[in-house]
């Protein structure tokens, strides 16, 4: 079974602290992606990266900051957190020969 | 732009048949997908549908339709276990890195 794996289920963090969220894959995928998800809102891409070393923006990058530097991880940065990145965030990753997309489990964040 | 509808909400009695429309307007159109999202859970996959017409699995099935930026999905036989979210979403680009733009999700309620 392809398993992605997020750091932590729930995160409370103060307005202004820089965020990391990591995302770990065990299928040797080489498609990544990070989703928020708000109610009304659906599933919106920030951040996704097709190789190691390599990003692409998604539909709403401002505030975030990605890194790729093992193919099997892909980690997702806020650089100075805000209340309205209060949110869910939700890892994704896809092979080559298939465009179903594996999540994770999902990381609850709460800026306050 | 790029939009997905499909209804917020959804009620069904157990053992009943629901479907589940979605309509999209997108460029670039490759491929669209529905999952399932329970509560406080990762989406998971359902469907894939390329080409038009219907595809069966199981109790699930998914339809398309190109021309009429229409699919549904349709769920028999329901079970207080189908209480969830579903998902359309729409794969943009024809590439192992496909965009995926979804939708804001329908919530099904299942009711005894």
């Known amino acids: 079974d392809v398993k992605v794996t997020q750091s932590s289920r729930y995160l409370v963090k103060r307005t202004g602290e820089k965020v990391f969220l990591e995302c770990v894959q065990d299928m040797d995928h080489e498609n990544m992606f990070w989703y928020r998800q708000d109610p009304g809102l659906g599933l919106r891409l920030i951040y996704f990266?097709?190789?190691?070393?390599?990003?692409e923006k998604g539909d709403i990058p401002e505030g975030y900051s990605v890194s790729r530097e093992k193919k099997e991880r892909f980690s997702l940065i806020l650089e100075s957190a805000s209340t309205n990145q209060t949110s869910m965030y939700l890892c994704?990753?896809?092979?080559?020969?298939?465009?179903?997309?594996?999540f994770g489990p999902g990381t609850r964040l709460t800026v306050t | 732009g790029q939009n997905i509808d499909q209804p917020t909400e959804m009620t069904a009695t157990e053992g009943a048949i629901v479907q589940i429309n979605c309509t999209y307007q997108?460029?670039?159109?490759?491929?669209l997908f529905w999952y399932q999202q329970h509560a406080g859970e990762a989406p998971t996959f359902l469907s894939y549908?390329?080409?038009?017409g219907l595809e069966e699995k199981g109790r699930f099935s998914s339809f398309l339709s190109r021309s009429k930026g229409y699919s549904y999905l349709l769920l028999k036989e329901l079970q207080m276990k189908d209480s969830a979210s579903y998902l359309c979403a729409v794969s943009l680009v024809w590439s192992s890195a496909s965009k995926i733009i979804f939708g804001s999700g329908t919530r099904l309620s299942i009711r005894p």
């Open positions: 549908n390329v080409l038009d």
């Open positions: 994704a990753s896809s092979g080559p020969l298939t465009y179903e997309q594996y």
């Open positions: 990266s097709y190789d190691v070393k390599m990003k």
């Open positions: 997108t460029s670039g159109f490759n491929g």
